[in-house]
């Protein structure tokens, strides 16, 4: 990528035959300089400037063997090279440092936005786990408010037949109308002490201060609703044989009179 760059390297080289290293080259560490420096060049034009700075053991290993590919026919034979510096011009360099921070930038741009993309996930993924067991809930509450106002109901309902029953049997007994009386004159003189306490419009009848024809009235109303029930059970009652015989205190009066 057109970049000039100075490397610096160090060679390792060994003598393997002192004839050929005196007689076959005229000056062999020269020539083995020469060559290293060529072979890094052809390889650097190989790579960019990125690259070279990662694949360093890729160059190294290289330019060994085209040393020892060429150097046999000298006596020498090239142990190691090693690259110690790559300098690259200051405007390069501040470019690679402007990319690296850039890079940087990017890498933990990205990472905050995964943070908080994950952040929202986990916040929505709570949100619904929280509204799913809020409305199973509600809707367990909501049954057993259902099943708990069904069996009020049922104890309420079977409390009230039961007090009507009570009722209906102590009204059948002997001064159960006298009873009865003494709760409708206790209830009227009760609902009397409650007026004017919600609202202010107040309706009262015409003869407020007569208890007894206000609980006649009442006991005249429960006698209607009652008489069709007590002649049925007349009516169902068997027919006693009639006494031909008239009473015992007519009987003393017809008597007083013949005597007379």
């Excluded at 005196?22 to 400037?49: F, H, I, N, W």
């Excluded at 024809?213 to 007349?234: C, F, H, R, S, W």
């Amino acid at each position: 990528d057109n970049v000039t760059l100075q490397i610096d390297g160090v060679l390792y080289l060994r003598v393997m035959d002192p004839y050929k290293a005196s007689y076959g080259v005229e000056d062999p560490e020269y020539a083995v300089t020469q060559l290293a420096q060529t072979t890094m060049r052809s390889e650097l034009g190989k790579l960019s400037l990125d690259r070279v700075f990662r694949e360093r053991e890729s160059l190294n290993a290289s330019i060994v063997d085209a040393i020892n590919q060429a150097s046999d026919c000298w006596g020498i034979r090239c142990l190691r090279y090693e690259i110690k510096d790559i300098h690259v011009p200051p405007r390069v360099k501040e470019s690679m440092q402007m990319q690296v921070e850039a890079e940087r930038r990017k890498r933990a741009t990205v990472l905050e936005s995964e943070g908080t993309r994950e952040s929202a996930i986990n916040v929505a993924e709570g949100q619904k786990q929280a509204q799913i067991l809020a409305s199973e809930a509600e809707k367990a509450e909501q049954i057993n408010k259902a099943a708990g106002e069904a069996n009020a109901m049922l104890v309420k309902a079977r409390a009230k037949a039961e007090a009507i029953q009570l009722l209906a049997a102590a009204l059948s007994q002997q001064h159960g109308n006298a009873a009865a009386s003494l709760s409708v004159a206790e209830q009227y003189v009760s609902a009397f002490s409650k007026l004017a306490k919600d609202s202010n419009t107040v309706l009262l009848p015409a003869n407020t201060g007569d208890i007894t024809n206000m609980v006649a009235q009442a006991m005249g109303i429960y006698t209607t609703l009652t008489k069709p029930q007590a002649v049925k059970t007349q009516d169902k009652m068997p027919t006693a044989h009639e006494d031909t015989q008239p009473p015992p205190m007519e009987v003393l009066k017809a008597e007083e009179s013949s005597s007379s």
